[in-house]
Protein backbone atom coordinates (compact mmCIF):
# COMPACT_ATOMS: atom_id res chain seq x y z
CA UNK A 1 0.00 0.00 0.00
CA UNK A 2 1.26 2.97 -1.04
CA UNK A 3 2.64 6.06 1.60
CA UNK A 4 -0.44 8.26 2.52
CA UNK A 5 -0.45 11.69 4.22
CA UNK A 6 -3.67 11.56 5.99
CA UNK A 7 -3.57 9.58 9.17
CA UNK A 8 -5.95 8.29 11.80
CA UNK A 9 -3.86 8.52 15.15
CA UNK A 10 -6.83 10.98 17.19
CA UNK A 11 -9.70 13.12 17.23
CA UNK A 12 -8.80 16.54 18.10
CA UNK A 13 -10.71 20.00 17.22
CA UNK A 14 -14.52 20.93 17.48
CA UNK A 15 -17.03 22.08 14.93
CA UNK A 16 -20.19 21.38 16.92
CA UNK A 17 -23.35 22.31 18.10
CA UNK A 18 -27.16 22.21 19.41
CA UNK A 19 -30.88 23.39 19.21
CA UNK A 20 -30.83 25.11 22.18
CA UNK A 21 -30.77 28.99 21.12
CA UNK A 22 -27.77 30.55 22.08
CA UNK A 23 -27.86 33.58 25.23
CA UNK A 24 -27.07 37.23 23.56
CA UNK A 25 -23.57 37.46 22.22
CA UNK A 26 -23.86 41.68 22.83
CA UNK A 27 -21.03 42.66 24.58
CA UNK A 28 -19.28 39.68 25.03
CA UNK A 29 -15.58 38.75 25.05
CA UNK A 30 -14.04 36.49 22.51
CA UNK A 31 -13.38 34.13 25.87
CA UNK A 32 -17.04 34.07 26.25
CA UNK A 33 -18.15 33.20 23.23
CA UNK A 34 -15.91 29.89 23.05
CA UNK A 35 -16.92 29.42 26.96
CA UNK A 36 -20.75 29.09 25.39
CA UNK A 37 -18.91 27.10 22.42
CA UNK A 38 -17.82 24.49 24.79
CA UNK A 39 -21.37 24.05 26.81
CA UNK A 40 -22.69 23.80 23.21
CA UNK A 41 -20.70 20.71 22.81
CA UNK A 42 -21.49 18.95 26.04
CA UNK A 43 -25.21 19.21 24.34
CA UNK A 44 -24.48 17.80 21.38
CA UNK A 45 -26.03 14.46 20.60
CA UNK A 46 -24.88 14.25 16.67
CA UNK A 47 -23.66 16.23 13.99
CA UNK A 48 -23.96 15.87 9.96
CA UNK A 49 -22.21 18.27 7.55
CA UNK A 50 -20.10 18.69 4.30
CA UNK A 51 -16.78 20.04 5.09
CA UNK A 52 -14.84 22.12 2.76
CA UNK A 53 -10.88 22.05 3.19
CA UNK A 54 -8.60 24.61 1.43
CA UNK A 55 -4.47 24.17 1.64
CA UNK A 56 -2.24 27.03 0.21
CA UNK A 57 1.52 27.55 0.03
CA UNK A 58 3.26 30.09 -1.28
CA UNK A 59 3.95 27.68 -4.52
CA UNK A 60 0.37 25.49 -4.16
CA UNK A 61 -3.64 25.33 -3.67
CA UNK A 62 -5.46 22.04 -3.43
CA UNK A 63 -8.79 21.51 -1.84
CA UNK A 64 -10.70 18.75 -0.09
CA UNK A 65 -14.38 17.91 0.36
CA UNK A 66 -16.03 15.67 2.37
CA UNK A 67 -19.02 14.74 4.01
CA UNK A 68 -19.21 13.71 7.62
CA UNK A 69 -21.43 12.22 10.50
CA UNK A 70 -20.74 12.60 14.54
CA UNK A 71 -21.93 10.89 17.50
CA UNK A 72 -19.54 12.36 20.17
CA UNK A 73 -17.53 10.53 21.96
CA UNK A 74 -17.08 8.11 19.53
CA UNK A 75 -18.41 7.49 16.24
CA UNK A 76 -17.38 9.69 13.16
CA UNK A 77 -18.16 8.68 9.52
CA UNK A 78 -16.24 10.23 7.01
CA UNK A 79 -16.34 10.07 2.77
CA UNK A 80 -13.87 11.89 0.50
CA UNK A 81 -16.24 13.56 -2.27
CA UNK A 82 -13.59 15.22 -3.94
CA UNK A 83 -9.65 15.75 -3.81
CA UNK A 84 -7.89 17.80 -6.01
CA UNK A 85 -4.54 16.52 -5.36
CA UNK A 86 -6.15 12.64 -4.97
CA UNK A 87 -4.56 11.99 -1.63
CA UNK A 88 -6.56 11.02 0.11
CA UNK A 89 -8.09 10.25 -3.49
CA UNK A 90 -12.28 10.51 -4.23
CA UNK A 91 -14.03 7.52 -2.22
CA UNK A 92 -11.84 7.17 0.78
CA UNK A 93 -14.15 5.94 3.71
CA UNK A 94 -13.26 5.81 7.47
CA UNK A 95 -15.53 4.86 9.80
CA UNK A 96 -14.93 4.25 13.69
CA UNK A 97 -17.73 3.20 16.55
CA UNK A 98 -16.40 2.67 19.99
CA UNK A 99 -15.02 -1.32 18.84
CA UNK A 100 -14.19 -1.20 15.54
CA UNK A 101 -12.81 1.19 12.66
CA UNK A 102 -12.38 0.67 9.35
CA UNK A 103 -10.43 2.66 6.85
CA UNK A 104 -11.14 1.85 2.89
CA UNK A 105 -8.78 3.22 0.70
CA UNK A 106 -10.42 3.31 -3.26
CA UNK A 107 -7.36 2.98 -5.08
CA UNK A 108 -5.85 -0.33 -3.93
CA UNK A 109 -9.41 -1.09 -3.09
CA UNK A 110 -8.91 -2.23 0.43
CA UNK A 111 -10.17 -2.48 3.98
CA UNK A 112 -8.14 -1.95 6.80
CA UNK A 113 -10.89 -3.13 9.83
CA UNK A 114 -8.86 -2.28 13.23
CA UNK A 115 -10.68 -3.47 16.43
CA UNK A 116 -10.15 -1.65 19.55
CA UNK A 117 -12.36 -2.60 22.43
CA UNK A 118 -10.53 -1.35 24.84
CA UNK A 119 -9.60 2.30 23.71
CA UNK A 120 -10.59 5.16 26.11
CA UNK A 121 -12.29 7.32 24.31
CA UNK A 122 -12.14 11.51 24.66
CA UNK A 123 -14.26 13.85 23.56
CA UNK A 124 -11.57 15.87 21.88
CA UNK A 125 -13.37 18.63 19.75
CA UNK A 126 -14.68 19.81 23.34
CA UNK A 127 -10.77 19.51 24.91
CA UNK A 128 -9.57 21.54 22.25
CA UNK A 129 -11.86 24.28 22.41
CA UNK A 130 -10.59 24.19 25.88
CA UNK A 131 -7.14 23.97 25.01
CA UNK A 132 -7.68 27.54 22.55
CA UNK A 133 -9.62 29.04 25.60
CA UNK A 134 -6.66 28.13 28.20
CA UNK A 135 -3.36 28.78 25.67
CA UNK A 136 -4.16 31.12 23.07
CA UNK A 137 -5.17 35.16 23.78
CA UNK A 138 -8.33 35.50 21.97
CA UNK A 139 -9.63 38.92 20.57
CA UNK A 140 -13.43 39.11 19.33
CA UNK A 141 -13.04 40.74 16.29
CA UNK A 142 -17.23 41.19 14.61
CA UNK A 143 -19.77 39.67 12.80
CA UNK A 144 -19.28 38.08 9.49
CA UNK A 145 -20.96 35.51 7.24
CA UNK A 146 -20.38 32.22 6.81
CA UNK A 147 -22.81 30.04 4.94
CA UNK A 148 -25.28 32.13 4.88
CA UNK A 149 -25.28 32.45 8.82
CA UNK A 150 -24.42 35.28 11.32
CA UNK A 151 -21.20 34.59 12.93
CA UNK A 152 -18.82 35.70 15.47
CA UNK A 153 -14.97 36.16 14.54
CA UNK A 154 -12.28 35.44 17.36
CA UNK A 155 -8.74 36.27 16.50
CA UNK A 156 -6.75 33.47 18.77
CA UNK A 157 -2.69 33.93 18.96
CA UNK A 158 -1.01 31.07 20.73
CA UNK A 159 0.64 32.53 24.19
CA UNK A 160 3.66 30.24 23.74
CA UNK A 161 5.76 29.16 20.66
CA UNK A 162 3.34 27.80 19.09
CA UNK A 163 5.92 24.64 18.22
CA UNK A 164 5.76 20.95 19.57
CA UNK A 165 8.74 18.62 20.16
CA UNK A 166 8.31 14.94 20.15
CA UNK A 167 10.03 11.64 18.72
CA UNK A 168 9.87 12.81 14.73
CA UNK A 169 11.26 16.61 15.75
CA UNK A 170 10.03 20.24 16.31
CA UNK A 171 7.03 21.03 14.41
CA UNK A 172 4.18 23.32 14.32
CA UNK A 173 0.96 22.00 14.89
CA UNK A 174 -1.98 23.76 13.82
CA UNK A 175 -5.38 22.78 14.94
CA UNK A 176 -7.94 22.85 12.11
CA UNK A 177 -11.53 21.90 12.06
CA UNK A 178 -11.38 18.48 13.76
CA UNK A 179 -7.24 17.87 12.17
CA UNK A 180 -4.19 18.21 13.26
CA UNK A 181 -1.68 19.65 10.97
CA UNK A 182 1.84 18.92 11.63
CA UNK A 183 4.18 20.61 9.62
CA UNK A 184 7.62 19.18 10.27
CA UNK A 185 10.86 21.97 10.19
CA UNK A 186 12.87 20.44 8.83
CA UNK A 187 13.25 16.27 8.65
CA UNK A 188 11.23 13.53 6.69
CA UNK A 189 7.20 14.34 6.53
CA UNK A 190 6.18 11.54 4.84
CA UNK A 191 4.46 9.22 7.40
CA UNK A 192 3.45 5.78 6.38
CA UNK A 193 -0.45 5.64 7.35
CA UNK A 194 -0.50 1.99 8.05
CA UNK A 195 2.03 2.05 11.22
CA UNK A 196 0.91 5.34 12.61
CA UNK A 197 -2.89 4.52 12.41
CA UNK A 198 -2.61 1.26 14.99
CA UNK A 199 -2.30 3.08 18.06
CA UNK A 200 -3.03 0.01 20.06
CA UNK A 201 -6.01 -1.53 21.62
CA UNK A 202 -6.03 -0.04 24.82
CA UNK A 203 -5.68 3.83 26.68
CA UNK A 204 -5.26 4.99 22.89
CA UNK A 205 -7.44 7.98 21.83
CA UNK A 206 -7.87 8.87 18.16
CA UNK A 207 -6.88 11.94 16.16
CA UNK A 208 -6.85 12.86 12.39
CA UNK A 209 -3.46 13.92 11.54
CA UNK A 210 -2.04 15.15 8.61
CA UNK A 211 1.84 15.86 7.82
CA UNK A 212 2.02 18.64 5.26
CA UNK A 213 4.73 17.58 2.24
CA UNK A 214 6.57 20.89 2.98
CA UNK A 215 9.65 21.56 5.67
CA UNK A 216 10.15 25.09 7.30
CA UNK A 217 13.46 25.77 8.58
CA UNK A 218 13.17 29.51 9.92
CA UNK A 219 13.53 29.76 13.57
CA UNK A 220 10.94 33.05 13.93
CA UNK A 221 7.34 31.67 12.92
CA UNK A 222 4.03 33.35 13.99
CA UNK A 223 0.96 31.39 14.06
CA UNK A 224 -2.45 32.84 14.13
CA UNK A 225 -5.96 30.88 14.68
CA UNK A 226 -9.13 32.76 13.55
CA UNK A 227 -12.31 30.60 14.99
CA UNK A 228 -15.98 31.63 13.53
CA UNK A 229 -18.72 30.57 16.05
CA UNK A 230 -22.49 31.04 15.02
CA UNK A 231 -24.68 33.35 16.28
CA UNK A 232 -27.56 31.40 16.85
CA UNK A 233 -26.44 28.33 18.45
CA UNK A 234 -22.79 29.17 19.66
CA UNK A 235 -20.62 26.47 17.54
CA UNK A 236 -17.93 27.20 15.54
CA UNK A 237 -18.61 26.49 11.20
CA UNK A 238 -15.57 28.34 10.17
CA UNK A 239 -11.63 28.13 11.29
CA UNK A 240 -8.72 29.33 9.46
CA UNK A 241 -5.00 28.91 10.65
CA UNK A 242 -2.07 30.46 9.11
CA UNK A 243 1.74 30.80 9.17
CA UNK A 244 4.49 33.40 8.52
CA UNK A 245 7.72 33.51 8.89
CA UNK A 246 9.54 36.76 10.64
CA UNK A 247 9.33 39.05 7.29
CA UNK A 248 5.50 38.49 7.56
CA UNK A 249 5.32 36.22 4.06
CA UNK A 250 2.89 33.68 4.06
CA UNK A 251 4.20 30.05 4.51
CA UNK A 252 0.74 27.71 5.00
CA UNK A 253 -2.71 28.74 5.20
CA UNK A 254 -5.46 26.39 6.36
CA UNK A 255 -9.07 27.09 6.13
CA UNK A 256 -11.86 24.90 7.10
CA UNK A 257 -15.74 25.52 6.38
CA UNK A 258 -18.38 23.53 7.33
CA UNK A 259 -21.58 23.64 5.05
CA UNK A 260 -25.16 22.42 5.35
CA UNK A 261 -24.48 21.57 8.62
CA UNK A 262 -27.43 19.57 10.63
CA UNK A 263 -27.31 19.14 14.72
CA UNK A 264 -29.31 16.56 16.48
CA UNK A 265 -31.33 15.67 14.02
CA UNK A 266 -30.75 11.71 14.55
CA UNK A 267 -28.86 9.46 12.75
CA UNK A 268 -28.93 5.54 12.09
CA UNK A 269 -27.36 3.48 13.96
CA UNK A 270 -25.88 2.11 10.75
CA UNK A 271 -24.24 4.94 10.23
CA UNK A 272 -21.26 3.71 11.90
CA UNK A 273 -21.29 0.36 10.62
CA UNK A 274 -19.20 -0.07 7.55
CA UNK A 275 -19.63 -2.97 4.77
CA UNK A 276 -16.60 -3.20 2.44
CA UNK A 277 -16.99 -3.59 -1.20
CA UNK A 278 -17.56 -7.41 -2.27
CA UNK A 279 -14.49 -7.81 -4.09
CA UNK A 280 -12.40 -5.71 -1.78
CA UNK A 281 -9.23 -6.83 -0.10
CA UNK A 282 -9.83 -6.61 4.11
CA UNK A 283 -6.61 -6.63 6.64
CA UNK A 284 -7.20 -6.98 10.09
CA UNK A 285 -5.15 -4.93 13.11
CA UNK A 286 -5.66 -5.24 16.79
CA UNK A 287 -7.39 -7.37 19.36
CA UNK A 288 -10.86 -8.51 18.26
CA UNK A 289 -12.82 -9.01 21.31
CA UNK A 290 -13.58 -12.38 22.73
CA UNK A 291 -16.94 -10.78 23.68
CA UNK A 292 -18.70 -7.44 24.72
CA UNK A 293 -21.53 -8.26 27.10
CA UNK A 294 -24.06 -6.21 29.01
CA UNK A 295 -23.61 -7.53 32.59
CA UNK A 296 -21.03 -8.61 35.14
CA UNK A 297 -22.69 -12.05 35.62
CA UNK A 298 -22.55 -12.73 32.02
CA UNK A 299 -18.17 -12.09 31.68
CA UNK A 300 -17.75 -13.42 34.77
CA UNK A 301 -18.69 -17.03 33.00
CA UNK A 302 -15.52 -16.27 30.17
CA UNK A 303 -12.66 -15.58 32.93
CA UNK A 304 -10.33 -17.30 35.29
CA UNK A 305 -11.00 -14.53 37.83
CA UNK A 306 -13.62 -12.60 39.81
CA UNK A 307 -14.63 -9.75 38.55
CA UNK A 308 -14.64 -6.51 40.41
CA UNK A 309 -17.65 -4.52 41.37
CA UNK A 310 -16.29 -0.86 41.74
CA UNK A 311 -18.73 1.90 43.57
CA UNK A 312 -18.94 4.68 40.59
CA UNK A 313 -20.39 8.14 41.18
CA UNK A 314 -24.42 8.06 40.84
CA UNK A 315 -24.48 9.22 36.79
CA UNK A 316 -22.71 6.45 35.80
CA UNK A 317 -24.37 3.33 34.92
CA UNK A 318 -22.56 -0.15 33.68
CA UNK A 319 -22.23 0.03 30.02
CA UNK A 320 -20.45 -2.99 28.58
CA UNK A 321 -17.80 -5.84 29.80
CA UNK A 322 -14.99 -6.65 27.18
CA UNK A 323 -13.10 -9.76 27.23
CA UNK A 324 -10.26 -9.60 25.20
CA UNK A 325 -7.17 -12.89 25.20
CA UNK A 326 -4.18 -10.43 24.42
CA UNK A 327 -1.05 -12.10 23.05
CA UNK A 328 0.63 -9.69 25.50
CA UNK A 329 -1.26 -11.27 29.17
CA UNK A 330 -1.41 -14.73 29.82
CA UNK A 331 -5.27 -14.29 30.74
CA UNK A 332 -7.93 -12.53 29.32
CA UNK A 333 -8.40 -8.70 29.89
CA UNK A 334 -11.98 -7.57 31.21
CA UNK A 335 -12.75 -3.82 31.07
CA UNK A 336 -15.92 -2.37 32.81
CA UNK A 337 -17.28 0.49 31.19
CA UNK A 338 -19.26 3.01 32.78
CA UNK A 339 -20.93 5.98 30.99
CA UNK A 340 -22.75 8.98 32.57
CA UNK A 341 -26.27 8.43 30.00
CA UNK A 342 -26.26 12.41 30.13
CA UNK A 343 -22.74 12.85 29.13
CA UNK A 344 -21.87 9.49 26.88
CA UNK A 345 -18.18 11.83 26.99
CA UNK A 346 -18.04 11.12 30.59
CA UNK A 347 -16.81 7.54 30.67
CA UNK A 348 -15.15 5.34 33.48
CA UNK A 349 -12.84 2.53 32.80
CA UNK A 350 -11.89 -0.22 35.02
CA UNK A 351 -9.89 -3.04 34.04
CA UNK A 352 -8.47 -6.37 35.39
CA UNK A 353 -5.55 -8.05 33.79
CA UNK A 354 -3.95 -11.60 34.90
CA UNK A 355 0.08 -9.73 34.73
CA UNK A 356 0.93 -6.06 35.31
CA UNK A 357 1.18 -3.92 32.33
CA UNK A 358 2.18 -0.31 33.92
CA UNK A 359 5.88 0.50 34.82
CA UNK A 360 5.92 1.95 38.45
CA UNK A 361 9.19 3.67 37.63
CA UNK A 362 7.69 6.46 35.08
CA UNK A 363 4.63 7.05 37.31
CA UNK A 364 3.58 8.85 40.84
CA UNK A 365 3.86 6.60 43.70
CA UNK A 366 0.53 7.06 45.47
CA UNK A 367 -1.59 5.34 48.55
CA UNK A 368 -5.32 4.01 48.03
CA UNK A 369 -6.64 2.37 51.35
CA UNK A 370 -3.79 1.58 52.91
CA UNK A 371 -2.19 -0.16 49.62
CA UNK A 372 0.60 1.37 47.05
CA UNK A 373 -0.61 2.39 43.81
CA UNK A 374 0.60 4.03 40.59
CA UNK A 375 -1.03 7.34 39.01
CA UNK A 376 -0.44 8.20 35.32
CA UNK A 377 -1.69 12.17 34.84
CA UNK A 378 -2.94 14.02 31.79
CA UNK A 379 -5.72 13.76 29.12
CA UNK A 380 -6.48 10.11 30.77
CA UNK A 381 -6.01 10.30 34.19
CA UNK A 382 -5.32 6.59 35.32
CA UNK A 383 -4.57 4.70 38.79
CA UNK A 384 -3.08 0.88 38.68
CA UNK A 385 -1.93 -1.49 41.22
CA UNK A 386 -1.71 -5.01 41.95
CA UNK A 387 -3.25 -7.45 44.68
CA UNK A 388 -2.07 -11.24 44.77
CA UNK A 389 -1.95 -12.33 40.79
CA UNK A 390 -4.07 -10.07 39.10
CA UNK A 391 -3.63 -6.33 37.99
CA UNK A 392 -5.82 -3.28 38.21
CA UNK A 393 -6.31 0.15 36.41
CA UNK A 394 -9.06 2.73 36.77
CA UNK A 395 -9.08 5.21 33.88
CA UNK A 396 -11.26 8.17 32.89
CA UNK A 397 -10.82 11.29 30.21
CA UNK A 398 -12.89 13.87 31.90
CA UNK A 399 -14.46 12.71 34.92
CA UNK A 400 -14.20 15.07 37.29
CA UNK A 401 -15.22 12.85 40.11
CA UNK A 402 -11.85 11.38 41.97
CA UNK A 403 -11.39 8.50 40.68
CA UNK A 404 -8.97 7.13 43.80
CA UNK A 405 -12.50 6.73 45.33
CA UNK A 406 -13.68 4.00 42.63
CA UNK A 407 -10.26 2.45 42.87
CA UNK A 408 -10.60 2.13 46.74
CA UNK A 409 -13.57 0.52 46.72
CA UNK A 410 -11.92 -1.99 44.58
CA UNK A 411 -8.87 -2.63 47.20
CA UNK A 412 -6.68 -5.34 47.76
CA UNK A 413 -8.25 -8.30 50.03
Known sequence: MRRRRLLATGTLAALAGCLTPAESTEDRTGSELVEAAIETRLELTDLQARRHLTAETPTETTTQTESISRRPPAEKRRTVLRSDDGDPPTGTVSVT???????????????????????????????????????????????????????????????????????????????????????????????????????????????????????????????????????????????QDVVRDGDGTLLHRLTVTYEDLAINDGLDPDTFVYEPPEDAEVGTLGDEPEGIYESREAAATTVPYEIPDPDVPDAYELDRVTVVDNVRQSGPVTTLWYVDSDRPDQEISVAVRTDQQFKPTLLEETEIDGHTAYRRRGRIDSYFWTCSDLSYEVSSVTVEEPLVDVAASIGCS
Open 97 to 239: NREISWDYYPEENFVWKRYHPNKVVADGPRLVLRDLLEDYELTYDGTDTVDGRETHRIDAVPTGTGLSDDADGRAIELLVGETVYRIPLGGSSDTDASAESENGSENGTENETETTDDELDGEELAVSRTVWIDDEFSYPIKE
